[in-house]
Nanobody
Framework: VQLVESGGGLVQPGGSLTLSCAVS????????LRWFRQAPGKEREFVAF????????EYKESLKGRITISRDSAKNTVSLQMNNLEPEDTAMYFC?????????WGQGTQVTVSS
């Protein structure tokens, strides 16, 4: 399986971004998918989860209300919409899935929130 993130960039505080992760090499509909992020000097942290059918979504508590995870089975992508971004959201954002107990990661996409 291959995960390729895109959509990051520089955005002003209060702005919005939508990250996307393209999934290939595996049956998309069978995969639970997650977003994580890692800020400089900090540990990687969970951001959001969506189940293989899309019926279950979970979010980092402190980000609820500002982020939305979704998936598109026609495009084999999972997206993370982020609103009202804050400088503290600056991080590398990673898409991830688990197959046979092994975590698979994309290369990440950088989000920088700065004026």
């Amino acid at each position: 399986v291959q995960l390729v993130e895109s959509g990051g960039g520089l955005v002003q505080p209060g702005g919005s971004l939508t990250l996307s992760c393209a999934v290939s090499g595996f049956t998309f509909s069978s995969l639970d998918l997650r977003w994580f992020r890692q800020a400089p000097g900090k540990e990687r942290e969970f951001v959001a989860f969506i189940s293989n059918g899309g019926g279950v979504k979970e979010y980092k508590e402190s980000l609820k209300g500002r982020i939305t995870i979704s998936r598109d089975s026609a495009k084999n992508t999972v997206s993370l919409q982020m609103n009202n971004l804050e400088p503290e959201d600056t991080a590398m954002y990673f898409c991830s899935t688990r197959i046979s107990g092994i975590d698979v990661w994309g290369q990440g996409t950088q989000v920088t929130v700065s004026s």
